[in-house]
């Protein structure tokens, strides 16, 4: 009886927590150097960020046709299709099946997609500014006019050239790998050089607003990746006043930067910087989301009430010689936790290692 009553005071203080749904906040989107004026404003379903597909396809150059028989949009730009399902998060390009978190979805009259996925489908980038709220999308540019051939003119004879003296041998050296141009092509080598990884990590978290006070979130735990591509991961979490738990999931915490999909690990580095630093590549990113895998986590640590995490990083993505990733620090975090319909201030930092 006494475990009964326990359980059922947890769960009360649980549910004093929340109070009020998310919001999307005065989300802006600039394609090309344009504004998008939207008829339906964005909107956050499940920690993913929803934005009208049509205003932002047809700014890109695209025509949009909706099938209300099908409750399927369409968008076309040249010789790319993309085809959004409503309901569905497997929307397709040319026919190739794409991954979305979160589907489409129909709100006043305008169907909604995940920004990411919209900005990307027709080879765009995407970069996000957490101080302003602001998604930018970038067309590819177009492909420049061929150059006109050179007018090539006969040589003149050359004089026989005089009988050269034999050349000593030459020692050839195994070149060093050369160091990545950009985040996105140090990502995509690191993919390429998949093998199986183990990983242990770290994250601290604290909540704040809750009816016991401000909460620490205290989170080890270990994972791995394994030569099928598949991620698992087990964890404890000291939860302070509520209590503590010990879950598991078939997920591993940036496993998009060990083996795929490619267009996630991209994202994770969407507008990043690069330096070497002692003989390492190392990848600097601020301001944007966490990825799935560490939500899946975040997300997952509390077995009494379902708790989605919203929140934004500054990371640094550490990659060795032989091109794989091992180290990622997150120096911050900053957003919301959000159980019950109650948004609560959160924030923290995390550390994961990885070897093979």
């Keep these: 009886m006494k475990k009964k009553i326990a359980l059922f005071m947890a769960l009360a203080m649980l549910m004093t927590l929340f109070v009020a749904p998310a919001?999307?906040?005065?989300?802006?989107?600039?394609?090309?150097?344009?504004?998008?004026?939207?008829?339906?404003?964005?909107?956050?379903?499940?920690?993913?960020?929803?934005?009208?597909?049509?205003?932002?396809?047809?700014?890109?150059?695209?025509?949009?046709?909706?099938?209300?028989?099908?409750?399927?949009?369409?968008?076309?730009?040249?010789?790319?299709?993309?085809?959004?399902?409503?309901?569905?998060?497997?929307?397709?390009?040319?026919?190739?099946?794409?991954?979305?978190?979160v589907p489409g979805k129909v709100v006043n009259g305008s169907?909604?997609?995940?920004?990411?996925?919209?900005?990307?489908?027709?080879?765009?980038?995407?970069?996000?500014?957490?101080?302003?709220?602001?998604?930018?999308?970038?067309?590819?540019?177009?492909?420049?006019?061929?150059?006109?051939?050179?007018?090539?003119?006969?040589?003149?004879?050359?004089?026989?050239?005089?009988?050269?003296?034999?050349?000593?041998?030459?020692?050839?050296?195994?070149?060093?790998?050369?160091?990545?141009?950009?985040?996105?092509?140090?990502?995509k080598a690191a993919i390429a050089a998949f093998k199986p990884a183990k990983a242990s990590f770290t994250i601290n978290a604290l909540v704040k607003g809750t009816s016991v006070g401000d909460v620490a979130v205290k989170i080890n735990g270990t994972g791995d990746v394994s030569a099928d591509k598949k991620g698992s991961s087990k964890w404890s979490g000291n939860l302070g006043a509520l209590g503590s738990s010990s879950p598991s999931g078939a997920f591993c915490p940036f496993s998009e930067l060990i083996c795929g999909p490619e267009a996630d690990a991209l994202a994770i580095v969407s507008g990043g910087s690069i330096a070497t630093e002692g003989g390492n590549t190392v990848i600097t990113v601020k301001g944007?989301?966490?990825?799935?895998?560490?939500?899946?986590?975040?997300?997952?640590?509390?077995?009494?009430?379902?708790?989605?995490f919203a929140l934004n990083m500054d990371a640094k993505i550490t990659i060795d010689a032989s091109g794989k990733v091992v180290k990622v620090d997150i120096t911050s975090m900053n957003g919301t936790g959000n159980a019950l319909g109650k948004d609560m201030p959160a924030s923290g930092d995390a550390s994961f290692t990885f070897t093979y």
């Excluded at 929803?50 to 949009?64: D, H, K, Q, S």
């Excluded at 990411?116 to 080879?123: K, L, N, P, Q, V």
């Design 23 to 101: 919001m999307a906040g005065d989300i802006k989107v600039v394609v090309d150097g344009k504004n998008v004026t939207f008829t339906q404003p964005p909107i956050i379903d499940n920690g993913s960020t929803l934005v009208p597909m049509r205003a932002i396809f047809e700014t890109m150059g695209a025509t949009v046709s909706w099938d209300a028989a099908a409750k399927t949009a369409t968008g076309v730009k040249g010789s790319t299709k993309v085809v959004l399902p409503i309901g569905s998060t497997s929307p397709t390009i040319n026919g190739t099946a794409k991954t979305i978190a």
């Design 111 to 187: 169907t909604l997609a995940p920004l990411r996925f919209i900005g990307e489908a027709f080879g765009g980038t995407v970069t996000w500014d957490g101080a302003t709220q602001t998604a930018t999308i970038t067309n590819p540019a177009a492909p420049a006019a061929p150059a006109a051939p050179a007018e090539v003119k006969p040589a003149a004879p050359a004089a026989p050239a005089a009988p050269a003296a034999p050349a000593a041998p030459v020692v050839v050296k195994p070149a060093a790998p050369a160091a990545a141009a950009t985040p996105a092509d140090a990502v």
């Design 288 to 308: 944007l989301p966490v990825p799935a895998s560490l939500k899946s986590v975040l997300d997952s640590t509390s077995q009494m009430v379902k708790v989605a």
